[in-house]
């Protein structure tokens, strides 16, 4: 079974801290991404990478930055945290080809920016 | 750029009863379709995909879709459901977008199955 790991659960931040969320995964899948949950808005995404030290912007992108150093684990950075940043954060992974690949997803980080 | 569009926020049926989620696609070439569902407190997880093989895809836990290209749509059903089926659904098409792939989530629908 793939595993898609997520640093935590829940996690309460203030106003202007640098977050970093982490993502594992465990099935030397290439492509990784990082998605943002809103509630009415469905999934929305911010990164994603297809390659070690690689990465591409998605559809909101703005407020983030991610890092890509090892295949099997791909980080978002929050630089400085606002409270329109409050959100559910999914992780996944797919193995080669997006287009038609399954996409494996984490269980979610639920982000609250004080 | 290519869309999807989930009719309903909320679908409620009672158990033993037809499920049938509604997602409308834009698109000038043919798509690659998929369905996720995610329980609560879950990610999500791959229910079925269309990749143009089969027009009628079945997928996990007795769910299908049939891709209509003439109606733009791939709505997903299941004869009978379950309490277990209640959960959050989400309809996708895979677009290129300046040479790369990427997926695009319909805005999900709530399913609430009643005793």
């Known amino acids: 079974d793939v595993k898609v790991t997520q640093s935590s659960r829940y996690l309460v931040k203030r106003t202007g801290e640098k977050v970093f969320l982490e993502c594992v995964q465990d099935?030397?899948?290439?492509?990784m991404f990082w998605y943002r949950q809103d509630p009415g808005l469905g999934l929305r995404l911010i990164y994603f990478?297809?390659?070690?030290?690689?990465?591409e912007k998605g559809d909101i992108p703005e407020g983030y930055s991610v890092s890509r150093e090892k295949k099997e684990r791909f980080s978002l950075i929050l630089e400085s945290a606002s409270t329109n940043q409050t959100s559910m954060y999914l992780c996944?992974?797919?193995?080669?080809?997006?287009?038609?690949?399954?996409?494996?997803f984490g269980p979610g980080t639920r982000l609250t920016v004080l | 750029a290519q869309s999807v569009t989930q009719l309903g926020s909320h679908v409620s049926v009672s158990e033993g009863a037809l499920v049938l989620l509604r997602c409308n696609y834009s698109s000038s070439v043919p798509p690659y379709l998929f369905w996720y569902v995610q329980y609560p407190n879950q990610g999500l997880q791959l229910l079925l995909k269309y990749t143009s093989a089969a027009t009628l895809v079945k997928g996990i836990n007795g769910f299908e879709a049939e891709f209509k290209k003439s109606e733009t749509s791939f709505h997903l059903t299941k004869p009978s459901a379950h309490m277990s089926d209640a959960a959050e659904y989400f309809c996708a098409v895979s677009d290129r977008v300046q040479g790369t792939y990427k997926y695009i989530f319909g805005t999900g629908t709530r399913l609430k199955v009643l005793a």
């Open positions: 996944a992974s797919s193995p080669g080809q997006v287009e038609t690949d399954t996409q494996y």
């Open positions: 099935m030397d899948h290439e492509n």
């Open positions: 990478s297809y390659d070690v030290k690689m990465k």
